[in-house]
């Protein structure tokens, strides 16, 4: 009897899924899942989005999809209501951190984490998991509002944020962040936060909560 091969696809996700239970079962919190592709770093913070976004990577380099039908299709994505329904459903901290990416673009992460005044990696993964899960559940994957590019240099990672540009051009249509604060800051709503404008982040300051 000639015995089944099994593609590398299958060992990869039958080890995350073993990686991910047993790490469960040791209630140890996993922090990231780091893994190669076409010669590229990819992370992922949980198993499952491993597997998705391996599965997502193979499936462009079968079936390369065409650029300008995709730029359309997230072009009519992002309507008002939708870049509303993100921003009035987001903690301070994660709108804190949207603002810091759409004023100053391509930062790293240890700039963020000082804009935001946290005082780790960990904190910072933090804010990022929790928009990322809150933005689902309005039906929208994190990878639609911003993009994190990951690089090593020697054995320092490094990380950097931009917005995804038809986010950032309805924000504009919008003046996000600007008339958004201003109208917060107006109604003395505690739980506004106050963006750094394009003039602050060029200056060592950092990100205050009003």
């Known amino acids: 009897m000639r015995k089944k091969q099994i593609s590398t696809h299958d060992r990869l996700t039958t080890t995350l899924r073993y990686l991910y239970s047993t790490l469960d079962y040791l209630e140890v919190r996993l922090l990231a899942i780091r893994f190669q592709f076409n010669n590229e770093t990819w992370e992922a913070d949980t198993p499952e989005e491993a597997i998705a976004l391996r599965e997502k990577l193979e499936h462009s380099i079968r079936f390369p999809e065409d650029p300008f039908k995709a730029m359309d299709i997230q072009n009519k994505f992002w309507t008002h209501d939708r870049f509303m329904s993100v921003i009035e459903n987001a903690g301070p901290q994660q709108l804190g951190m949207l ?6 673009p391509g930062l790293t992460s240890e700039r963020l984490r000082e804009l935001l005044k946290l005082d780790s990696e960990v904190a910072l993964a933090g804010v990022i998991s929790g928009l990322s899960k809150q933005v689902r559940q309005l039906g929208i994957e994190p990878q639609q509002l911003f993009q994190i590019t990951v690089k090593w240099t020697g054995k320092k990672k ?38 750094v404008n394009a003039e602050e982040t060029r200056a060592p300051k950092r990100v205050e909560d009003v």
């Open 99 to 104: 603002g810091c990416i759409f004023y100053e």
């Open 158 to 195: 490094i990380r950097t944020f931009i917005l995804d540009d038809f986010f950032k051009g309805t924000a504009a249509e919008l003046d996000w962040p600007d008339a958004w604060t201003r109208k917060r800051i107006g109604k003395q709503d505690e739980h506004s936060v106050k963006v």
